[in-house]
Structure formats: structure tokens, C-alpha cells
């Protein structure tokens, strides 16, 4: 059975826009991280100087950049895994941000990494919710 044109026009938008924002998200967190490894001005406004700030590298790496850009691809193939992929990486996403949070807490410092990290984890919970919904016909 084929689907209405608005139907069909709103699911296409809908991966368009997802694929955009995991794309932007995996590229723009790894260019973000090549400024926080070369500018220790940077780095100070994101991360307390009590935690060493590769404590969050290896997290951001698999979730945020290598996960963003895997569901980027999976959205743009539109993969049969690919839901499977973007609730792993919301997952990953979610807890880097839940211990982005807690050290924000306990140091009372970095506010804007933890601002900037729960706006990432919203970006990719609503485009995983709403790719997961099923189009009613």
C-alpha cells in the first residue's frame, strides 16, 4: 500500500533532518575536542581543573563522535539496525551527560559543558523518539 504524499513528504524530512543533525553533532564534537586539546583557555571554561579533562575523551569518542556519525550513516541507508543504533547511542550519550552533570555538581564549576551536553542529549533523544515512531497511515 502506498502512502499518502504528505505522509511520504514528512517521513523524508524527518530522516533529512535526523541524518543532518547526527552528522553535525559527530563533526562538531570532534572539532570541539581538537579545541579543547590545543587551547587551555578553552578547556578551563568546560572543565573543572580539579578532573583531568581526558577523563571525558574516550566517552565522547565511542558516543558522541563515533556513535553520532554511525547513526548518521545508518539514518542516511536507512538500515534496518539503525534504531537499534541511535537508542545505543542515546543511551551512551545520556550517561556521559548524567556524569557530565555529576562532576558540575560535586566541583561547582563547568556549567556550560554540562548545559552544552544535556542540549546534545535532547537533540539526539528527539531525533531517535521521533524516527522511532511509526507513521500512521
Known amino acids: 500500500m502506498e502512502m499518502p504524499p504528505h505522509i511520504e513528504r514528512s517521513t523524508n524530512t524527518r530522516f533529512?533532518?535526523?541524518?543532518?543533525?547526527?552528522?553535525?553533532?559527530?563533526?562538531?564534537t570532534a572539532f570541539w575536542w581538537c579545541a579543547m586539546v590545543a587551547s587551555n583557555e578553552a578547556?578551563?571554561?568546560?572543565?573543572?581543573?580539579?578532573?583531568d579533562y581526558?577523563?571525558?575523551?574516550?566517552?565522547?569518542?565511542?558516543?558522541f563522535i563515533g556513535g553520532s556519525l554511525a547513526c548518521a550513516v545508518a539514518v542516511r541507508a536507512r538500515s534496518p539496525r539503525m534504531h537499534?543504533?541511535?537508542w545505543a547511542t542515546s543511551g551512551g550519550i545520556l550517561y556521559a551527560t548524567l556524569l557530565t552533570i555529576a562532576v558540575c555538581l560535586q566541583t561547582q564549576t563547568a556549567l556550560?559543558?554540562?548545559?552544552?551536553?544535556?542540549?546534545?542529549?535532547?537533540?539526539?533523544l528527539l531525533c531517535t523518539i521521533t524516527?522511532?515512531?511509526?507513521?500512521r497511515t
Do not use: C, E
Open 43 to 51: 578547556r578551563a571554561f568546560f572543565f573543572p581543573s580539579t578532573v
Open 54 to 63: 581526558r577523563f571525558f575523551l574516550l566517552p565522547d569518542l565511542l558516543f
Open 131 to 135: 524516527l522511532s515512531r511509526r507513521t
Open 112 to 124: 556550560p559543558g554540562a548545559l552544552a551536553m544535556s542540549a546534545a542529549a535532547a537533540g539526539t
Open 16 to 28: 533529512r533532518t535526523a541524518w543532518f543533525y547526527f552528522t553535525l553533532q559527530g563533526a562538531g
Open 84 to 86: 537499534i543504533m541511535m
